[in-house]
């Protein structure tokens, strides 16, 4: 058996992204590393769901742990993560202006008055 075929790869990668708790936690820790204390109330879920979502992260090498007493402290590993997060965020934010142009042509637009049925 080969090697999964690249487009198989990104798409398990965006997958690994594709979680609104997993994008808030590498958001959060573009600050710079936390432990998971300072991460709970950060991201706004329970501590199991967030330790579920941090091993996503860590089986994907987007997120590096490491033991501070008793303390588990968390970083990103590749600083890559946060130029993909800036791009997708420059890609909405595009596709949102473009929408909202649309939006503001369509309310510009003049419609004629409803038609009346005459009986």
């Known amino acids: 058996m080969g090697t999964a075929p690249i487009y198989r790869v990104k798409a398990d990668f965006f997958k690994t992204l594709g979680h609104p708790a997993r ?5 959060v ?4 590393e936390r432990a998971v204390s300072e991460l709970i109330p950060a991201v706004g879920i329970e501590s199991s769901h967030l330790s579920q979502q941090l091993g996503i992260l860590r089986r994907a090498d987007l997120v590096q742990a490491r033991r501070e007493g008793a303390s588990v402290v968390y970083s ?5 993560v946060f130029e993909l997060l800036d791009v997708a ?5 595009s596709t949102l202006a473009a929408s909202q ?3 503001a042509d369509l309310d510009a637009v003049e419609l004629p008055p409803p038609v009346t049925q005459r009986s």
């Open 29 to 32: 820790l573009r600050g710079g």
């Open 76 to 80: 990103v590993g590749n600083p890559l």
């Open 89 to 93: 965020k420059q890609i909405l934010s």
């Open 23 to 27: 994008i808030r936690v590498l958001e």
């Open 101 to 103: 142009d649309l939006l």
